[in-house]
């Protein structure tokens, strides 16, 4: 093979397994306020699943209480502060989700390598499927579950993990932080169906399953540090800067037009279709990198002549000593002619050419599953909401 190329493969069915392996461990995002103790504790696996079990469970209570108090808002939503803490709480999510959006955007335009460029389409899909090590084809560091270790074929990169000064990867520019903040907004996000029970309304099945789904979610593709989830945050927080800035304009009961509020939702729903769809790709996608193979050589110089005039002042001594017989017995009957041979060893890499998989490791394997199938039945949700809202809000209108 003399060139990069893209093609489809099987992913191997050794990705295929629960609980997928825990190793690697998560690599805290550095340099950064939060300890990486802190880091690795929020992303065991015991926090989403306590926090999303307690969130259906609050849920599904209070819609019992609404619904046994025929659906009438709770005194405390009709009271000022209960107001101001509507539009604290939009305002905020809107700014931070904003604020993510461009972190992210920032990261995408620093680790994309164009496919225009000299590495092709290889290099461009490498910078997406590969967070972890140095920029550029063949340079990625990847944890390699057969040897337990991280390697890369760069023989330009030590590897005993991946170092958080190796710059130009999804995961050090910018994903493990905002990544992990985003995760922990999940569990923020919930008080969104707060609010709509204190108003005496019914939490949908969409609303809680979207909220405890995406705890999860998250804490798998951060958690084992899963290619695709770029894109969750990424788009997910471009949406909700939208989305959280319509509800602050509800609050102070702006008037919004009904297209914006079908756009909204037509936008959510292609998300999940376009991110189910590209997060399922990486599993059956592979690529082609540069690897430098070192090839050493022993190189054996001619014979070359001893120091003949050494040699010979020695065999002068040695006849002048009566010893002369002895001396050529021992080093050869011709000692002006002795010589010696000299070898050097020398090391040169050549260019030789690898197939890699998108994905390496069964914690990428179900994260990226994970989020698919989790966005199956949400978007059937979506569309659900979206025919009996506006389709036939429509006709009957």
Not at 29 to 56: G, M, N, R, W
Not at 75 to 87: E, G, H, N, W, Y
Not at 236 to 257: E, Q, R, W
Request: hydrophobic share 45%; charged share 10%.
């Amino acid at each position: 093979m003399s060139a990069t190329n893209v093609f489809f493969e099987l992913p191997a069915g050794g990705l295929f397994k629960f609980p997928p392996n825990s190793d690697p461990t998560v690599i805290p995002a550095t340099p950064s306020f939060v300890s990486p103790e802190l880091y690795q504790a929020a992303l065991d696996i015991k926090v989403p699943i306590t926090i999303a079990c307690i969130y259906a469970a609050v849920v599904i209570s209070l819609n019992a209480y609404n619904r046994s108090n025929g659906n009438k808002a709770w005194s405390i939503s009709k009271t000022k502060t209960f107001f101001a803490f509507v539009v604290l709480h939009n305002v905020l999510l809107a700014v931070y989700s904003g604020w993510t959006f461009i972190g992210m955007l920032k990261a995408l335009a620093t680790i994309f390598a164009n496919p225009l460029g000299p590495s092709g389409l290889a290099g461009t899909v490498d910078s997406l499927c590969k967070i972890q090590g140095p920029a550029g084809l063949g340079n990625a560091v990847t944890y390699n579950p057969a040897l337990s270790q991280w390697t890369s074929p760069s023989p330009n990169v030590t590897v005993q993990k991946p170092s958080s000064t190796d710059m130009g990867r999804f995961w050090n520019e910018g994903l493990a932080f905002y990544g992990w903040f985003f995760y922990l907004s999940k569990f923020y996000e919930v008080l969104d169906t707060l609010i709509i029970l204190a108003k005496g309304k019914k939490s949908s099945t969409l609303q809680t399953y979207h909220h405890a789904g995406a705890m999860l979610c998250m804490w798998a593709g951060i958690r084992y540090m899963s290619p695709p989830i770029w894109m969750f945050v990424f788009v997910n927080s471009f949406i909700h800067t939208l989305m959280y800035t319509y509800y602050t304009l509800t609050a102070f009961a702006v008037p919004v037009p009904m297209a914006v509020k079908r756009s909204l939702t037509t936008i959510q729903i292609a998300q999940f279709l376009v991110g189910s769809f590209y997060a399922a790709l990486h599993s059956f996608i592979g690529y082609t990198i540069p690897v430098s193979v070192p090839i050493t050589e022993v190189i054996k110089s001619s014979p070359v002549p001893a120091a003949t005039g050494v040699s010979s002042s020695l065999a002068a001594l040695a006849t002048a000593a009566g010893l002369g017989g002895l001396f050529q017995k021992v080093l050869g009957q011709n000692v002006e002619t002795m010589a010696e041979h000299s070898t050097t060893t020398v090391t040169r890499y050549q260019t030789m050419y690898k197939d890699v998989s998108c994905i390496d490791t069964s914690g990428q394997t179900f994260a990226i599953w994970l989020n698919v199938l989790y966005l199956a039945p949400l978007t059937a949700l979506f569309v659900r909401f979206f025919v009996k809202s506006y389709l036939k809000h429509a006709r009957n209108s």
